[in-house]
């Protein structure tokens, strides 16, 4: 004889089960369990492609460019709800000597909401490491694409360490808002 209990007539035993959590538990739950980030749109939010010395500085048998990069980040929230921008902000400039051959402006943005489960202390890291890392790639590629239509071998961007550049732009707020108290002081 087996151990496990027989339902009558065939019916197959059901374990207690506890009851339904109330609504509002339920939603607080799916709110912990949502990602910490929800991205609705991404977009050239503004570009600028110069070519000053064109077709002149397109000759063959040049030196190559020199080609300097500056990425910022800026953020907006837009709404009490919030959702915020975030714009990634790309300055790509070429130079042969003291000629410049090239410059190309991007700014590219994301627009995303946080999960109202996560502090609000938690919102400004996440979105100005994480939502940058997703754009990242996009942006890279509409500059490659910008740069070889304007005659040139696309630039190609190595990856950004968008942590380190947050905790970067994080420690010289400190250390100006430390000197405003000095010299206030």
Do not use: C, W
């Not at 570009?47 to 500056?70: R, T, W």
């Not at 304007?150 to 100006?176: H, M, R, S, T």
Request: proline letters at 11%; hydrophobic letters at 40%; zero cysteines.
């Amino acid at each position: 004889m087996s151990d496990t209990p027989q339902a009558p007539s065939g019916e197959t035993p059901v374990a207690p089960t506890s009851p339904a959590p109330s609504p509002e538990a339920a939603e607080a739950q799916a709110q912990q369990n949502a990602a910490p980030m929800i991205v609705h749109a991404q977009y050239i939010k503004d570009m600028s492609f110069e070519n000053p010395h064109a077709p002149d500085s397109l000759k063959p048998g040049q030196d190559a460019p020199q080609i300097g990069v500056n990425v910022g980040l800026r953020m907006e929230k837009i709404d009490d709800e919030g959702v915020y921008e975030v714009t990634l902000h790309i300055d790509a400039r070429a130079t042969r000597g003291a000629q410049v051959v090239f410059l190309a402006e991007l700014d590219y943005a994301v627009v995303a909401s946080v999960n109202p489960a996560l502090p609000e202390k938690q919102h400004h890291p996440l979105l100005m490491i994480e939502a940058p890392k997703l754009a990242f790639p996009f942006a890279r590629q509409v500059l490659a694409e910008i740069t070889s239509q304007g005659g040139y071998p696309p630039v190609l961007l190595n990856p950004v360490d968008f942590e380190g550049l947050y905790i970067q732009q994080y420690q010289a707020q400190k250390q100006q808002q430390q000197a405003k108290k000095a010299a206030e002081g």
